[in-house]
């Protein structure tokens, strides 16, 4: 269980990707953005790549182009689609996540 006082950067990563609800995704960029970290969307990434997968839905953050750029780091390449397929997230014919239909934008209550 996490610790709810850990205010590291990646348990604040975390706290705003488990506020992401099924059926739709977020951006590695709008995540930073949120931080306050603007052009640290890469560092996301980093921390997502980290995390553990049961306790944290890193497979609905997705790049600014809607690309699953985070599916390697799941079971099989194909996992990541697979569980955004379950929810209901629907992609373009690039396979690519349709980001106008999906996109979980957060409110600044709902921010780390």
Partial sequence: MPNPDDDTFFSRVYRLVRQIPPGRVTTYGMIAEMLGIRKSAR?????????????????????????????????????????????????????TVDLERHMYR??????S
């Fill in 43 to 95: 560092m996301v990434g980093w921390a997502l790549s980290s995390a553990d997968l049961s306790d944290v839905p890193a497979h609905r953050v997705v790049n600014r182009y809607g690309a699953l750029t985070g599916r390697l780091h799941f079971l099989t390449p194909e996992t990541m689609r697979e569980m955004l397929e379950s929810e209901g997230v629907a992609f373009r014919d690039d396979g």
């Fill in 106 to 111: 957060f409110t600044s209550r709902s921010s």
